[in-house]
């Protein structure tokens, strides 16, 4: 079993910064991917960045140039820095992390609980 945590959610204003981690019990390097999801309520979940072990990196457009994805191997752990941050992007922040040979988000991959971020106007 793999297991996921997330943390560094919170409330902040709009134009400000926050930091998540998610944690993660088993070697990143196993997984094809690590993901950061976000959902709003009554809207579906969105991928919003994802690093391979390559080091490659994926972001969606939205977020593009105001978040980025990077990682601590020997802590297992991949963080979100969200900066200049918009009411838009309130959500439960989740990481995700597929079953070998499986891809991110799939039905064979693994959640954390999440992370609320509030971004207030």
């Known amino acids: 079993q793999v297991q996921l945590v997330e943390s560094g959610g919170g409330l902040v204003q709009a134009g400000g910064s926050l930091r998540l981690s998610c944690a993660v019990s088993?070697?990143?390097?196993?997984?094809?991917?690590i993901g950061w999801y976000h959902q709003a309520p009554g809207k579906q979940r969105e991928l919003v960045a994802s690093i391979t072990p390559a080091g490659t990196t994926n972001y969606a457009d939205s977020v593009k140039g105001r978040f980025t994805i990077s990682r601590d191997n020997a802590k297992n752990t991949v963080y979100l820095q969200m900066n200049s941050l918009k009411p838009e992007d309130t959500a439960v922040y989740s990481c995700n992390a597929p079953s070998p040979g499986y891809g991110l988000g799939s039905s064979l991959s693994y959640w954390g609980l999440g992370t609320q971020v509030t971004v207030s106007s």
């Open positions: 088993r070697n990143i390097f196993v997984f094809n991917a």
